[in-house]
């Protein structure tokens, strides 16, 4: 079991972070905010998926504008993603978005008091995200590589501005593209505030190589208590990262949620195509929500073991398959008709 650390509890719309409360999962959109019709499409798609916080970006005044439409369609809380400019995230706020993401890296230190007593009157939390592409200029100095230590300055600085005006309702983030700067700062910065933090590696890249790094950057942070709230940066349709953050959180048995297959990596032993399988239950699974386990395996050398503390099993035997539930098989069927006998089975679990 991970101990979490302990922070402070931050409502966003109807979900909690912190405090204990389940590790949430957000994306982003990447649509133009202001046409409704196609943000309001992929919203729901990546909600489906597993999203339970979204985030759009709000580059300008159109955008901001849309934000309560956006809202009326959708049943889970909008982030606004705001850089730059005081009167956009005033818009944003008044339209209703249920918190506001700001960079301190490029947002007018002017226009924080305004956005402070609005925030406050509307009970909506701030996450001041830090990301090292954009850190102050004076932090940074003559230094050419930001450092984890100045990403944690940045968030120190802001975290005492807000509090300054009186306000607490915060969230913070440190991202930076590479795994071990992003850890170590969340690392300093857990010693030091109790506020929750939303992680994420930033700009991880592709599907192939920004899921292994977000994996083992979130993964170990939260392996150590760190973490609130997770987004995955994949270059891809963003429904890819809610997928990619639900596998890390239930591999480190943090959440549950839908199918988990166990499948080996077949070898000479293997008695049916266990590939072709794999990739059909996973297609014909993705929607089920209800936690699951089902194992896939080419022979009986592990196959059994398997099936044995899996719901439900496929076990290649001699060029047939042995159908398991709750590790008792089942029954003996052809290779033609696993899929279809597979099916039943799985319809009569539920
Ligand atoms: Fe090979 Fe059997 Fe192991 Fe699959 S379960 S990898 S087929 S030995």
């Known amino acids: 079991m991970v101990r979490r650390r302990k922070t402070k509890i931050v409502k966003i719309g109807n979900v909690k972070i912190g405090g204990g409360f389940p590790i949430s999962v957000q994306s982003m959109t ?14 729901k ?11 759009v970006g709000v580059p300008d005044l159109k955008s901001a504008k849309t934000l309560s439409k956006i809202k009326e369609k959708i049943n889970l809380p909008l982030v606004a993603d705001i850089h730059f400019s005081a009167d956009l995230a005033l818009e944003a706020i008044n339209q ?11 947002f007018p230190k002017s226009g924080l008091r305004k956005i402070v007593v609005l925030c ?6 701030i996450r001041i995200g830090i990301n090292s592409g954009s850190l102050e200029k004076d932090i940074l100095g003559n230094h050419e590589r ?15 501005l807000m509090e ?18 992003t850890i170590r700062a969340y690392e300093l910065l857990a010693k030091k505030v109790d506020y929750p933090f939303h992680l994420g590696i930033t700009e991880a890249g592709r599907e192939f190589s920004g899921t292994i790094k977000s994996a083992i950057g979130i993964g170990s942070l939260l392996l150590k208590g760190i973490g609130d709230t997770v987004r995955v940066s994949l270059t891809t349709d963003p429904v890819e990262e809610v997928k990619v953050a639900w596998e890390i959180l239930k591999s480190l048995e943090l959440r549950e949620r839908g199918v988990k297959i166990v499948s080996c990596p077949t070898c000479a032993r293997t ?14 699974t993705q929607n089920i929500k209800k936690p699951l386990k089902i194992a896939v395996m080419g022979c009986i050398v592990n196959g059994l073991g398997e099936a044995r503390e899996a719901d439900l099993g496929i ?13 008792e098989i089942l029954k003996r069927v052809k290779e033609k008709d696993i899929l279809r006998e597979f099916k039943k089975e799985l319809k009569n679990y539920y």
């Open 271 to 284: 008695e049916i195509d266990i590939m072709g399988l794999t990739k059909e239950i996973e297609k014909i």
């Open 30 to 43: 990447n649509t133009k905010t202001w046409d409704v019709g196609a943000t309001v499409s992929q919203i």
């Open 164 to 181: 300054k005006l009186g306000f607490y309702d915060l969230v913070i983030s440190l991202k930076a593209p590479d795994v071990l700067r």
């Open 96 to 106: 209703g978005a249920d918190k506001i993401r700001i960079n301190p890296g490029n």
């Open 120 to 125: 406050k009157r509307k009970k909506i939390p």
């Open 146 to 160: 930001v450092t984890a230590k100045m990403m944690v300055e940045s968030a120190l600085r802001n975290i005492k």
């Open 45 to 55: 798609k990546i909600k489906k998926a597993g999203c339970e916080i979204i985030r």
């Open 315 to 327: 076990v290649g035997f001699e060029r047939v398959a042995l159908i398991t539930k709750n590790g």
